[in-house]
């Protein structure tokens, strides 16, 4: 089982990779948060009341802001890393202080594998956060604007990142281990091999996204029925032709908010399978648990430019369009 990790012990990047696709993929990241915070920043000004005053911004804006800056300071941090790795060619227990030799993971090894649990985890946090803004505010409107208060939506914001920064640090006192993966500029939790509390962490991890992903699901199907349901006592005839849509902005929000939790779901599912196939039925696939890290990274280079491509007017026309339908 320890033979499975080959890059477990490396201390130089494993010959014939290339710092390209990283590079790409970073600057992609960067560049889509950049203009998705853009945007948002432009809604703002939009918005503004007839004084000039800045209007009251939704609680949804004010999550996905949020989230493109979680999603910014994940690849400003991890990148960095890989990109330094590749340009010494060495390995992040290499390029870091601490590496023992026997495979251990130095200081920058498992602080990599912390930041990329934690920016897995934190993302869904923020849909559940959102996906039930939306709930409650198409299903319970008068508690939502009697309780849901900007104060309220950044203290739990805060409580939420705290507890999910204690929940991704359990390895670093002994509840989960962190390994280093080829070609030596990734490392993460084990997912295989070990005994119980090697392999409880990253059972524990799926186990929370998976309840997270059907709980955001959960909230989506409610948002959608009370919708519908709204959509079916609103009168058909005898309206304006040019008076807007009742409810169109929470549709909006609704079809973004689908668009996104696809996406998560596609990026977090092979990571849920791999710690449970790697736990229960040993099955010992280094390069299978890498193309799982490497599809939950890619959610937060994505994320950014399904809201840019939402915010397109012909995009919204056509989403409209078919949720009338």
């Not at 609680?59 to 990109?83: E, I, N, Q, R």
């Not at 996906?131 to 409650?136: G, H, I, R, S």
Request: proline letters at 5%; aromatic letters at 10%; a positive charge.
């Amino acid at each position: 089982m320890e033979a499975g990790y080959r890059c477990r012990s490396s201390r130089s990047i494993e010959s014939g990779q290339s710092a390209v696709p990283g590079s790409v993929l970073f600057a992609a990241g960067l560049l889509g948060n950049l203009l998705a915070l853009l945007l948002l920043g432009q809604h703002r000004r939009r918005s503004r009341l007839p004084g000039g005053r800045p209007a009251r911004v939704s609680a949804f804006y004010v999550l996905v802001t949020v989230l493109a800056v979680t999603d910014l300071l994940g690849k400003c941090l991890l990148s960095p890393m890989v990109l330094a790795a590749y340009a010494y060619n060495r390995s992040l227990s290499e390029l870091g202080p601490g590496g023992g030799e026997e495979g251990e993971p130095g200081v920058l090894c498992q602080l990599f594998a912390f930041l990329m649990a934690f920016f897995g985890l934190a993302p869904t946090l923020l849909l559940l956060a959102m996906a039930t803004e939306c709930w409650l505010s198409l299903g319970h409107p008068y508690f939502y604007r009697r309780h849901l208060t900007r104060r309220l939506g950044a203290t739990l914001g805060l409580a939420a990142g705290g507890l999910c920064a204690l929940f991704c640090a359990l390895p670093l006192v002994g509840f989960g281990v962190h390994v280093q993966y080829c070609p030596g500029t990734w490392c993460f939790m084990r997912m295989a091999g070990g005994g119980p509390r090697q392999l409880g962490f990253p059972v524990l991890y799926a186990s929370l996204m998976g309840l997270l992903v059907l709980a955001i699901g959960a909230c989506n199907v409610s948002s959608m029925r009370h919708l519908y349901g709204m959509a079916r006592r609103q009168p058909r005839r005898g309206t304006p032709a040019n008076a807007a849509p009742t409810h169109m902005e929470e549709l909006d929000h609704l079809v973004l908010l689908g668009l996104m939790t696809v996406l998560f779901t596609v990026c977090s599912l092979p990571l849920i399978i791999r710690a449970y196939m790697g736990a229960f039925a040993t099955d010992f696939d280094e390069n299978a648990d890498l193309s799982a890290l490497r599809f939950l990274s890619v959610n937060s280079i994505v994320d950014p430019w399904v809201f840019i491509i939402f915010r397109t007017s012909v995009f919204r026309t056509f989403a409209r369009r078919v949720c009338r339908r």
